[in-house]
């Protein structure tokens, strides 16, 4: 029986979104109470995918534009209320200061060109790849349209499936969490043009993971999946397999990102915005002690087989100990592997529970 695309892209990515959960069931409680009392670590980690969004979403709409146009076909993929990027703007315009929303997005528009003059700044190998993989995006799309498809289904089916787990679990913070930050403007188009007004009930700033609708986004998901089926039937055999390819390319991307901010929250950054120096200025570009430590963490899965991140030992005593013994040994074990260098996709791994969604 021949898969579909999507079946052939979920297959070729499974272990990355097995992977990929096993980090976010680790690093958000780490940004939820009781662990902290104000939502600036949840801040700082969602703030980097403001320009992975802004990037794939934005990049489209330039070649949709252009002349000549790109394949029609493409634009039935644009569903009013599926772009995610406004959303996420207006609720970061919430919960971080506006220089932090600039450097975002500097990064969105000029990529690794960015980082040209900030790498030596202390702005870290995280910002680094976030970077990369930005500037990555636009070229993708740009020079193959259809790679559009990748980025399509990896990020917006990442809502709709894992998201709502993430959702439900911010949820539970409450209002004394949320409260802190800044109210909603009302009567006011929150999205800009990417979608409909704020509702009552999305008072919190967690509008990304929300759809307008009484179906809660069930309606764009199966749109958008006929939509993608479409559009398959009419892709030559290389086009499918390189949209396959960077599909994983996507996955890999994000979990070196999602790991740099696992290691960023447990090793310095939590303590520090906790004690309240580093404020609202919560970017990925933070302050260079901490980064230091994100470059030996991803130093670590480059070339040298044998360097040592510091913050897997502390990750391990301050975070994995109250979970059990059981947990524990899983943690020793993923640690002395790491730091013998002898895998290069090593997690600090905890046992799967029976409610988790995949990402």
Request: hydrophobic fraction near 40%; charge should be neutral.
């Amino acid at each position: 029986m021949t898969l579909s695309l999507a079946e052939e892209i979920n297959a070729a990515t499974k272990l990355h979104h097995t992977a990929l959960n096993q980090v976010l069931l680790q690093v958000l409680p780490l940004a939820l109470p009781p662990k902290t009392s104000k939502p600036r670590l949840y801040a700082y980690g969602i703030s980097h995918f403001l320009p992975i969004y802004s990037a794939f979403e934005s990049e489209i709409n330039v070649l949709i534009q252009s002349q000549p146009p790109i394949n029609p076909l493409l634009r039935r993929l644009q569903i009013p209320g599926l772009e995610r990027s406004h959303r996420l703007e207006s609720d970061l315009k919430r919960l971080l200061s506006p220089s932090c929303l600039q450097t975002l997005n500097s990064l969105d528009k000029y990529g690794n060109k960015v980082d040209a003059h900030r790498k030596d700044d202390g702005s870290g190998m995280l910002f680094l790849e976030l970077a990369t993989f930005v500037a990555r995006i636009r070229e993708s799309i740009r020079h193959k349209p259809h790679l559009y498809l990748s980025y399509t289904w990896v990020l917006y089916m990442a809502i709709f499936s894992g998201g709502r787990y993430i959702r439900s679990k911010l949820k539970t913070a409450g209002d004394d969490f949320w409260a802190t930050m800044l109210p909603v403007e009302s009567g006011k188009d929150k999205y800009g043009s990417g979608g409909a007004a704020i509702s009552e009930l999305e008072t919190w700033p967690l509008s990304f993971w929300n759809f307008s609708g009484s179906s809660d986004g069930e309606d764009l998901k199966s749109d958008y999946k006929s939509r993608f089926g479409e559009i398959e039937r009419i892709l030559t055999l290389k086009e499918r397999e390189e949209i396959i390819i960077e599909a994983t390319n996507i996955m890999e991307s994000l979990l070196k990102i999602v790991r740099g901010i696992q290691v960023a929250v447990a090793e310095g950054v939590a303590e520090e915005v906790e004690e309240g120096t580093i404020g609202s200025e919560m970017c990925p570009s933070h302050r260079a002690e901490n980064n230091s430590r994100i470059d030996g963490f991803y130093q670590s899965l480059g070339t040298n087989p044998v360097a040592r991140d510091p913050s897997f030992s502390t990750l391990l005593c301050k975070h994995l100990l109250p979970m059990g013994m059981v947990d524990l040994f899983a943690g020793i074990k993923n640690a002395i592997l790491f730091s013998a260098g002898r895998t290069s996709k090593v997690q600090v791994a905890v046992p799967v529970k029976s409610d988790r969604a995949n990402i």
